[in-house]
T-cell receptor
């Protein structure tokens, strides 16, 4: 299995809803990433997990809450989002060694009403 | 801080013509360099990478890139464009000293292929 999967593919939520995005990889990668991508822009890093520990939080608002239950799974819990949070959310994973590329999932298209 | 510049946010090429996408980085120490492609409503797919081995790197789908330290560049080329090459292309760098492998992306170049 050489891919990163993300569910759901699309998500529409209201500003008072609570929802979660899921990312899974079975490549044995120990680093996992969440990105936010707005239209016509490059991905912006949100969080980095290394060996299931949160290593980097790029000053992301607390309405986004990441979780790494095990080495294969990464969640992003969403609560009280704003319309400007609407974007494509990408997950990526990487082998631990330096110089290796990140493998990206297909993304979740989030719309906040 | 590391920065990446992609010259040209939008490139239009004829089918069969050369594709040339430019990428320059800012650091004095050569970083790891990557080219990714993104098709509409999809994730990013790696085309190729440079990690201090051969300066001419061959990737998937007929793409290649040449690392030029003197010019701090890593331009992407394909000799003959195909309609399926229409996509967004991102150049990205990662500091060799960064154990998290964080990527700094360029702004991206939209490639349009005309018949």
């Amino acid at each position: 299995d050489t891919e990163v999967t993300q569910t759901p593919k699309h998500l529409v939520m209201g500003m008072t809803n609570k929802k979660s995005l899921k990312c899974e990889q079975h490549m044995g990668h120990r680093a996992m990433y969440w990105y936010k991508q707005k239209a016509k822009k490059p991905p912006e890093l949100m969080f980095v997990y290394s060996y299931e520990k949160l290593s980097i939080n790029e000053s992301v608002p607390s309405r986004f809450s990441p979780e790494c239950p095990n080495s294969s799974l990464l969640n992003l819990h969403l609560h009280a989002l704003q319309p400007e949070d609407s974007a494509l959310y990408l997950c990526a994973s990487r082998p631990g060694l330096q110089g290796n590329e990140q493998f990206f999932g297909p993304g979740t298209r989030l719309t906040v009403l | 801080a590391q920065s990446v510049t992609q010259l040209g946010s939008h490139v239009s090429v004829s089918e069969g013509a050369l594709v040339l996408l430019r990428c320059n980085y800012s650091s004095s120490v050569p970083p790891y360099l990557f080219w990714y492609v993104q098709y509409p409503n999809q994730g990013l797919q790696l085309l190729l990478k440079y990690t201090s081995a051969a300066t001419l790197v061959k990737g998937i789908n007929g793409f290649e890139a040449e690392f030029k330290k003197s010019e701090t560049s890593f331009h992407l080329t394909k000799p003959s464009a195909h309609m399926s090459d229409a996509a967004e292309y991102f150049c990205a760098v990662s500091d060799i000293s960064d154990s998290w492998g964080k990527l700094q992306f360029g702004a991206g170049t939209q490639v349009v292929v005309t018949p």
